[in-house]
């Protein structure tokens, strides 16, 4: 199979509807934290806010060409403060989401191999966490081969469809934390 070459680039106000489209999916909001009917204007409004300058949020979208050679986004993921908290400054919280037809294809690894690499070497995040539904198993095999460990299991956690399901809980540490180096 040949995969079409991927670009990984920060999202702008202008993937407000493709951020709509792939986590508004019927196959892909279950999975996520999100309610159904999202809108372009409610993507626009997260996006406004996340792209002010000085939030530390990071999203990222993933295009590759679509059949006409023309760049289409397929992903997204983001890292997000864990919290307000000054003594919880070196957390973040992980999300992802790529379109069905995109799956299975590497860009959910890629897009998890730009974070990590952001975050251990860019950003100054030691602690990258994660809340996944148990059942998502492709998700959480894909956090396990990042480097990620399961941290617990939440009863209930979320209503989806109808039914509360458990979640559970993961987290990545810094493989190598950066350490000051006299004189480089
Ligand atoms: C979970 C999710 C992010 C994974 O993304 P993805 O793009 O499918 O992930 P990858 O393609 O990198 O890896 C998944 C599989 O493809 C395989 N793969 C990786 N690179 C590949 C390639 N170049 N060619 C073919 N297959 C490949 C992997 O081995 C892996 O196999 P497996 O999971 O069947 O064992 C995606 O399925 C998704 O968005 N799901 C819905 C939303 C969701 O669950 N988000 C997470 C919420 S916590």
Known sequence: MTIAPLHIRRAVLGDAAALARIMGHPDVLPNLMQ???????LWQARLTDMLALGKPDLMLV??????????QVVASAGL?????ALRRRHAMVL??????????QGVGTALMQAL?????????????????FADNARAIALYQRCGFLREGLHIGFA???GQYVDSVSMARMHPNPP???PGA
Not at 80 to 84: F, K, N
Request: aromatic share 8%; with cysteine; proline share 9%.
């Open 179 to 181: 350490r000051w180096s």
């Open 159 to 161: 209503l989806r469809d």
């Open 35 to 41: 309610t159904p009917y999202t809108s372009e204007a």
């Open 116 to 132: 990590c690499d952001w975050a251990d070497r860019w950003g100054q995040v030691l602690r990258l966490e994660l809340s996944v």
């Open 62 to 71: 993933v295009e590759r060409p679509d059949d006409h050679g023309e760049p």
């Open 95 to 104: 999300g992802i989401s790529v379109l069905p037809e995109a799956q299975g």
């Open 80 to 84: 997000h403060p864990a919290g307000a």
